[in-house]
């Protein structure tokens, strides 16, 4: 068989001159109108201002689809506050407010209900959008007022985290105390201005050399020597030893005394997904199984400068029993800043720093996979990070490099456990290969073998449980594996994983559970027209990659792999084929059954543009 190809039972091939009946078309036929659109010369060639011929460097367009028109809702969507539970309420007290206070002509542009339900009605018992929700019918009375049952309890817990408006003032007013982070900063600099003295003294003095088998000897029977961050814990117990977050109590002498804040061994973890990592999206992944999950990526700056939209990517959902906040900068006094307020203002089980991601805009300001080569801030970052607090465990997620050719994360992973980590999620790919290519995990192997006793999470390329079991013989050293696109494109393969079977759900399930995502979204982002055109959005995005689900009864030899791409086929069923399409109308489509017409002059176009085909 052909290398890279995903072959289809002849019975649900489509023949080459019956096309108009395909919901979906291989992602080569893609490619080509796409090159064709993009007006691309047969060689790939084009001309200079002085007509010299050279490659088009814009042949390869990988990462984001930056022009994608944006939606945006029309002001009749913002009512007034005052009017949200209907008529007969306080008046609006705010001078010159800028929302909406005529109430019928609100509900006149509001249009008609899309369902004669309210998920957040029926599961809470009170819905906050009253009158603005699109299936307002269903909690309110004969005199259009909002209705709120008995038995809702106001303080029951959905999520939490996020910024309150007093923590937002006092970053935006710079009114918050820093002074810890600044201390560990400088108490970095000191240790990794020490770290360069000894290795530049190190080379002109034998006996500098001569004593390290003795010292490794001695290590042999005490714990680790302690990092900055051990040596913290020990000013305060001088009978406790730690390693990253894991403490050792020294008066049992038993390995058994470990106690890790976070245990990141035997787990599968949900890996944080920009844009499509959400919480209703996390909450399905918890329900078939995650152990661990994380938020999206959020940058440092606008964390520190209290941007809601930022802090928004920090919310957690009750049932994400153990959850983290991942953090992505270019600047050590920043991050550690972020981190700080975050440890202590949130409710979270562990810190993680992104320096594996590829995207340009990152990447060109230092942040992300730059952070790989600037080691120097790296090390301020992790150490004094890694030292906020003793019991919340900062972690790393990494690439193997930034260049396809050159790997480096061999030489990073022991130097990122030495500054205090507690975990490093190894991606097996580099920045230049992205999401192209397959994971390497020969070399993640390699990489993990390395450590002496952090936890090292392989990362990449697995699809169906033949995949982790595959991964896991591979690399022993592995302690836990991470699932990023495998669970966008089915996010039952933490049941697969741990039931030791393949699932196959039908038609009917899937679109249930979109349906599933489509209530916890409403739920989230609200359920009012601007709430619905949210989840709207994030459900499109999501549909960029659930398409790409082959069901195994249409393999010739399942399981799928998550680089291959199909032969031209049709579903079982007529929904089955609609959910195969590559086409962005048909995911329109999907979504006006669950969340009613789209806006006028609404388009869709994802933001990943996901290379895995």
Same mark, same amino acid.
């Given at each position: 068989?052909?290398?890279?190809?995903?072959?289809?039972?002849?019975?649900?091939?489509?023949?080459?001159?019956?096309?108009?009946?395909?919901?979906?078309?291989?992602?080569?036929?893609?490619?080509?109108?796409?090159?064709?659109?993009?007006?691309?010369?047969?060689?790939?060639?084009?001309?200079?201002a002085?007509?010299?011929?050279?490659?088009?460097?814009?042949?390869?367009?990988?990462?984001?689809?930056?022009?994608?028109?944006?939606?945006?809702d029309?002001?009749?969507?913002?009512?007034?506050?005052?009017?949200?539970?209907?008529?007969?309420?306080?008046?609006?007290?705010?001078?010159?407010?800028?929302?909406?206070?005529?109430?019928? &002509?609100?509900?006149?542009?509001?249009?008609e209900?899309?369902?004669?339900?309210?998920?957040?009605?029926?599961?809470?018992?009170?819905?906050?959008?009253?009158?603005?929700?699109r299936?307002?019918?269903?909690?309110?009375?004969?005199?259009?007022?909002?209705?709120?049952?008995?038995?809702?309890?106001?303080?029951?817990?959905?999520?939490?985290?996020?910024?309150?408006?007093?923590?937002?003032?006092?970053?935006?007013?710079?009114?918050?105390?820093?002074?810890?982070?600044?201390?560990?900063?400088?108490?970095?600099?000191?240790?990794?201005?020490?770290?360069?003295?000894?290795?530049?003294?190190?080379p002109?003095?034998?006996?500098?050399?001569?004593?390290q088998?003795?010292?490794?000897?001695?290590?042999?029977?005490?714990p680790?020597?302690?990092?900055?961050?051990?040596?913290?814990?020990?000013?305060?117990?001088?009978?406790?030893?730690?390693?990253?977050?894991?403490?050792?109590?020294?008066?049992?002498?038993?390995?058994?005394?470990?106690?890790?804040?976070?245990?990141?061994?035997?787990?599968?973890?949900?890996?944080?997904?920009?844009?499509?990592?959400?919480?209703?999206?996390?909450?399905?992944?918890?329900?078939?199984?995650?152990?661990?999950?994380?938020?999206?990526?959020?940058?440092?700056?606008?964390?520190?400068?209290?941007?809601?939209?930022?802090?928004?990517?920090?919310?957690?959902?009750?049932?994400?029993?153990?959850?983290?906040?991942?953090?992505?900068?270019?600047?050590?006094?920043?991050?550690?800043?972020?981190?700080?307020?975050?440890?202590?203002?949130?409710?979270?089980?562990?810190?993680?720093?992104?320096?594996?991601?590829?995207?340009?805009?990152?990447?060109?300001?230092?942040?992300?996979?730059?952070?790989?080569?600037?080691?120097?801030?790296?090390?301020?970052t992790?150490?004094s990070?890694?030292?906020?607090?003793?019991?919340?465990?900062?972690?790393?997620?990494?690439?193997?490099?930034?260049? &396809?050719?050159k790997?480096?994360?061999?030489?990073?992973?022991?130097?990122?456990?030495?500054?205090?980590?507690?975990?490093?999620?190894?991606?097996?790919?580099?920045?230049?290969?992205?999401?192209?290519?397959?994971?390497?995990?020969?070399?993640?192997?390699?990489?993990?073998?390395?450590?002496?006793?952090?936890?090292?999470?392989?990362n990449?390329?697995?699809?169906?449980?033949?995949?982790?079991?595959?991964?896991?013989?591979?690399?022993?050293?592995?302690?836990s594996?991470?699932?990023?696109?495998?669970?966008?494109?089915?996010?039952?393969?933490?049941?697969?994983?741990k039931?030791?079977k393949?699932?196959e759900?039908?038609?009917?399930?899937?679109?249930?559970?979109?349906?599933?995502?489509?209530?916890?979204?409403?739920?989230?982002?609200?359920?009012?027209?601007?709430?619905?055109?949210?989840?709207?959005?994030?459900?499109?995005?999501?549909?960029?990659?659930?398409?790409?689900?082959?069901?195994?009864?249409?393999?010739?030899?399942?399981?799928?792999?998550i680089?291959?791409?199909?032969?031209?086929?049709?579903?079982?069923?007529?929904?089955?084929?609609?959910?195969?399409?590559?086409?962005?109308?048909?995911?329109?489509?999907?979504?006006?059954?669950?969340?009613?017409?789209?806006?006028?002059?609404?388009?869709?176009?994802?933001?990943?543009?996901?290379?895995?085909?």
């Open positions: 068989m052909e290398a890279g190809i995903c072959y289809i039972k002849p019975e649900y091939l489509v023949q080459e001159g019956n096309e108009s009946s395909l919901a979906v078309t291989s992602d080569k036929g893609e490619t080509n109108k796409r090159k064709r659109e993009e007006g691309e010369t047969e060689a790939g060639k084009a001309k200079d002085g007509g010299n011929n050279k490659w088009n460097k814009k042949e390869r367009k990988r990462g984001q689809n930056k022009n994608r028109p944006v939606f945006k029309e002001r009749y969507s913002h009512l007034c506050h005052s009017l949200i539970d209907g008529t007969g309420g306080e008046p609006c007290s705010v001078p010159n407010c800028r929302y909406v206070h005529d109430l019928d &002509a609100f509900l006149a542009a509001k249009g209900d899309l369902g004669p339900e309210c998920y957040v009605y029926t599961t809470k018992g009170y819905c906050a959008r009253g009158v603005s929700c299936f307002a019918k269903s909690h309110t009375d004969e005199l259009g007022r909002n209705i709120k049952q008995q038995e809702y309890n106001e303080k029951a817990p959905t999520t939490c985290n996020g910024i309150s408006s007093e923590l937002q003032v006092r970053l935006r007013k710079r009114d918050y105390d820093f002074s810890r982070c600044k201390e560990l900063i400088k108490r970095a600099e000191q240790l990794r201005d020490a770290r360069k003295q000894t290795e530049q003294k190190q002109e003095s034998g006996d500098a050399l001569e004593e088998p003795v010292q490794a000897s001695e290590a042999d029977e005490q680790e020597p302690a990092t900055e961050k051990q040596a913290k814990c020990t000013d305060t117990v001088d009978t406790e030893t730690s390693a990253g977050c894991v403490i050792y109590d020294s008066t049992t002498g038993r390995d058994a005394e470990l106690k890790p804040a976070v245990d990141f061994r035997d787990k599968l973890l949900l890996s944080p997904l920009t844009t499509v990592g959400n919480l209703p999206f996390r909450r399905i992944c918890k329900e078939f199984g995650a152990d661990i999950t994380c938020g999206e990526m959020a940058c440092a700056m606008p964390l520190v400068k209290g941007l809601g939209q930022e802090w928004a990517l920090t919310k957690r959902h009750e049932s994400e029993d153990v959850f983290g906040v991942q953090l992505c900068g270019n600047n050590p006094n920043m991050i550690a800043q972020a981190a700080q307020v975050i440890a202590e203002t949130t409710q979270v089980n562990f810190i993680d720093l992104n320096i594996g991601c590829p995207i340009d805009l990152i990447y060109q300001q230092g942040g992300g996979s730059a952070l790989m080569r600037r080691t120097n801030i790296l090390e301020l992790v150490r990070c890694a030292a906020l607090s003793d019991r919340l465990p900062f972690t790393v997620k990494m690439r193997t490099g930034i260049y &396809a050719d790997s480096v994360a061999h030489e990073l992973l022991p130097l990122v456990e030495e500054w205090g980590a507690s975990a490093v999620t190894l991606h097996g790919r580099s920045r230049e290969q992205r999401y192209t290519k397959h994971a390497n995990w020969s070399y993640i192997e390699e990489c993990a073998a390395k450590a002496k006793r952090m936890p090292v999470i392989g990449g390329d697995i699809l169906s449980y033949e995949d982790y079991v595959e991964r896991r013989k591979l690399a022993p050293h592995v302690s594996v991470m699932i990023g696109r495998g669970a966008l494109i089915k996010p039952w393969i933490f049941q697969e994983i039931e030791h393949a699932w759900p039908s038609s009917g399930q899937r679109y249930d559970l979109l349906r599933k995502y489509c209530n916890y979204g409403l739920e989230h982002w609200g359920s009012d027209t601007k709430g619905v055109e949210t989840t709207r959005r994030f459900l499109l995005e999501w549909q960029s990659f659930l398409y790409r689900y082959i069901p195994e009864a249409l393999q010739q030899a399942p399981p799928q792999k680089n291959s791409r199909p032969q031209k086929y049709r579903g079982r069923d007529e929904m089955e084929t609609l959910m195969s399409s590559g086409n962005s109308a048909d995911w329109v489509k999907l979504s006006e059954s669950l969340l009613g017409r789209v806006p006028e002059g609404f388009s869709f176009v994802p933001k990943h543009k996901a290379n895995a085909f």
